[in-house]
Structure formats: structure tokens, C-alpha cells
């Protein structure tokens, strides 16, 4: 038998503007994007490690995270 001992999902998330807003309004709502995601993440209790962070020069956000996988331990991937 196995059990899952510790586990996390890495991902890149590309948080993009929207074509058809204006620049700054669509960079605005770039960003609400972002820290409405970050807050569901810590309303839910989910652990998380935010691994890499840039602005592009078109004002999106791409992050690299490695979260919790469901409510499964996260042994030292966060460390």
C-alpha cells in the first residue's frame, strides 16, 4: 500500500491583460487579479511559496508558485 507522505503542484501564472480596456485601467485590474488570488489562497488556508515574481513590460504579472495539492502535507517543499 502507499500513502502520500508530502505533496505540492508548481505552476507558472501568466496574469494577463485584457485586450480590449486601456492600458493603465487593464493594468489596474492586473494587479486586483493578483492580490484577490493571493487572498483566496490565504482565506483557504492553502500554504504557499511564491517562487519567482515579474512585471512584464506590458504591466501583466507572471509568477511561479509551488502550493499546497489539496490538504496533503507539504513536508519541506516550502522550506
Not at 6 to 16: E, K, R, S, V
Request: hydrophobic fraction near 30%; proline fraction near 1%; charged fraction near 30%.
Amino acid at each position: 500500500m502507499k500513502r502520500v507522505k508530502a505533496a505540492c503542484i508548481c505552476q507558472t501564472l501568466h496574469f494577463m491583460l485584457k485586450e480590449d480596456l486601456g492600458h493603465d485601467y487593464g493594468v489596474k485590474l492586473v494587479k486586483k487579479e493578483y492580490e484577490n488570488y493571493i487572498a483566496g489562497l490565504e482565506k483557504n488556508h492553502t500554504k504557499y511559496k511564491i517562487i519567482d515574481e515579474t512585471v512584464q513590460p506590458d504591466g501583466s504579472i507572471i509568477i511561479k508558485i509551488r502550493k499546497q495539492y489539496n490538504n496533503s502535507d507539504v513536508g519541506e517543499y516550502l522550506d
